[in-house]
Each structure stands twice: as C-alpha cells, then as structure tokens.
C-alpha cells in the first residue's frame, strides 16, 4: 500500500490530525493560513508555497497513494482537489469536515466525506452507553455481593436465552452454581433445549416455588413474577433484580430492574454488561449468549433491534464454531437415521408440501428432519411427524414466504391437541388416543394421509 498524504489547512487541523495519533505511512503537510508562519505543528512539513499551481507536484507523489484533505473551507478544499487531479487523475480523496457538504465539493469519482464530529459523536454516545451499562453492573454488584446464596429464576421450561442469559450474569457476579444456582419452577423439556444444556455444561435445578425462601438473594432473568400465576410465592412480590425484555409488567417490587423491551433477548442486555465491565469472555459463554440471540430473534429476523446485531456481532468474535454446531446439529441417534432412511424411501413433494413420516423415534429427531426436509426441491413447506410415547408429534417449516406455520398448525390440532409457533418454524402434538378416535387407525400409512389433507385444507384455505 502506498503512503497517505495528508494535507491540512492551518494550523488547528495539523494539531487535530496529530491528537488522533498520526500514522507512520502517513506523509504530513500543512498549509499554514495567514499568520500562522511561525507555529510549525510538530511532525508536519509545510507546503512550501502554498496550493499554488503544482504545489502537490512537490510531494513527490506516486501511483496508488491515498490524500486527506482536513478543511472547513469551500474554496481551499476545491483548489486541492484540483491540484491532486492533476498529479493523479482517480486519485482516492478523504475529505475531512464537519461544514463542507456534498455539494460543496468537486465531481470526482473516488472522494469521499465526513466528518470529525459525525466520526466522534457516535463513539462518544456508544461510550456513554457502556457506561450506563457498567454503572448498572456496579450496582446489582453491590446489592448482591454480600449475599449468601441467589436464585438465578427463570421461567418454567427455559428457553436458551433465559439460560444463557442466567449463566453470564452468574459470572458476572463471579458465582458458581453452589452459591448461584440458575433454578426453575418447571424443567428443560424441549429436547433441542437439552441438548443445547447438555453441550455448554448448563445445569438448571428444578425447585419448588416454597423453596425460593431458602435463598436470601432473588434475580429473574427473561422473566417478571406475573409468569408464575396469579398468586406466586409471597418472596416473588419482591424481588432483588429483573432483567428481560418483555413487557413491562406491574404488581411487583424490585430494587433493580432492567427491563428493555426494543430488544430481540436478554441475552444482548446481558452482553452488553459483560463488554461494559472488560468481563473476560471464554467461547462457551460466548457461544451460549450467541445460540440465545439466534434463538429468540430467528436468526436475526423476527423483533431483532440494532443492540442485538451489535451484541451478536461482538460475540461472534470469541464464539467456538463447533460447539454452535453441536448445540445446532446435535447427534442423531442411529434408529432416528434409520426410521429417516424408510421415511425417505417414501419421500414425495405435492402442492409444495414434503411430508416425512418417521414413526416411534427420540423426539429430537423429528425437528432436524423437519429443517433438512425443506430442502427437498420445490417444497415450500416440510413436516417432519414421529411417534413419542403416546403422541404424535410434528414439526413444521416453510419457506417463509407462504401462510404463517404457527397459524396452519393451529388449524390442523384444532380439537385434536396443542401446537402453535412462529412465520416460518412450528411445532404440534396430537395424542394417539384423539387421533384414533377420528381415523380409527394410527399406523403410518393413515397418519400420513389424515395429516396430508388436513395440512394441505390448512394451507390452500380460503379466508378471502
Ligand atoms: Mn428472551
């Protein structure tokens, strides 16, 4: 790369460019205003002359090399474009200025603006924020320091950002589970949320709501009391700490609550915490905080506000790509890849709907299928449908394009059993006992073609 050449137009932006911490392949000129003969800025080699006529020639330019021009001034600034034109026709100008617009500045095809202010403002404002983030760790630091033992309380079944969401801020009050336990009123049930424990080494301690009384620290995390039903624990009318981004609700106390509902997770709060306080970031809670975001905006889709692109973007930097993997893909039992083996054999796409029917298998099995399903040709929709113990279970994609997923599945268990989800991704459980009670059989064949038609009323209906 060629040297940059900065040329600065007196005195005070010379000092400007050197308070930034001027680089080594920087050449630095000025050119001093009237009056401003004598204060050489240190570094800075004057321009001898002036923008006179040839006064870049003096530079000793060469090909590739890149200017700064640093000026508030119209004219100057159009004069050193035009001496730079002539040395090196598509030279690549920065123009530095907080007052020179777009229109006062010369047609050129490599030239580009801005401005200190707009360069600094923005880091200015994003340190205010850390800030405001790191004062807030201080005090939930010092409410909770001296405290014996705290319930990290999520809802019941947790999803990944609650969890991770618990776990950092464990760490953030430099606990382990003996004195911080991450706990919940009801346990991990989604195999996928298992699995994705099991991989960063999570344990959520299933209790009862009397037992909070044991602690003498209280956090929710992902979660206010309302969750717990009309009449929780009297302890859970008074909390130590909140933090979630769902609405706001009210019929509580808490001496600390962070609650910011533009954004997509807790998981982001929660990061911008551990980036506020310089917290050291190992790849596990990085990944786990990552899976958290991902899972609760859909990859960055649904809800997702710029803090959570930020957040992600953060931790991706120190994120292991294989334990996302493991907690995305997690293994497949081997009478799962067979029962997707007979499935398959049978494997068809009509009216944009691909159908697997796998039979008895572990039911986190069904939605991998499901998510490789839609990848056959021309399916706009894929459902993946096992059997678990005594229920039908299925999991539904679709293009994202097409009827919303949570809707149609709402529709096909309608008086049957229970299922709802999102735009692109839904789940649905029919017990065999309903099930057989409307087709008389439950073997593959009658599942498989009860379920088509129903999805295929549900999707192609006419609601005008
Ligand atoms: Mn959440």
Known sequence: MGRRIIICDGAESARLWSRIGADLSEELTWVPRE???????????ILQGGLDEGAIAKLDPQADEEYALVSDDGPWTRLAVREIRKVDEDASILVLSDE???????????LRRTGWKTLIRDDINEEFDHLANLHRVAKIRRLLDQREK????????????????????????????TTAPIVSFGEVQRPENQA??????????????EEIADFDGLV?????????????????????LVVDH???RSGYEATIRDI??????????????LRATNSELNAKLATALLYGIKSDTQYLGRETSRRDMQSFAFLHASHSPALLRRIERPALPLPGLRALGRALAQAEVRDGIHMLVLGHVREDVIPQVADMALQAQDAEWAIAVGIVNRDIVFSVRNVGYVRAAGEVVRAVVEGLGVGGGHRSMAKGIIPLKAFREVYGRADRAQIRSALYDAFTRAIYRDDG
């Open 220 to 240: 929710l995390v992902d979660v206010q009391p309302n969750v717990f039903g009309e009449n929780p624990p009297a302890r859970l009318k008074s909390v130590d």
């Open 35 to 45: 009056g401003e003969g004598r204060s050489r800025p240190p570094g800075f080699r």
């Open 196 to 209: 994705f424990c099991e991989a960063v080494g999570i344990d959520v301690k299933v209790i009862a709501p």
């Open 246 to 248: 769902h609405p706001e």
């Open 100 to 110: 020179l617009t777009q229109e006062d500045l010369p047609d050129h095809a490599s």
């Open 260 to 273: 910011r509902t533009s954004y997509g997770a807790t998981s982001s709060i929660v990061t911008e915490y």
């Open 150 to 177: 705290i319930a990290i309380l999520v809802q019941p079944d947790p999803d990944p950002d609650g969890i991770a969401s618990a776990y950092a801020l464990r760490t953030l009050l430099g606990r382990k589970r």
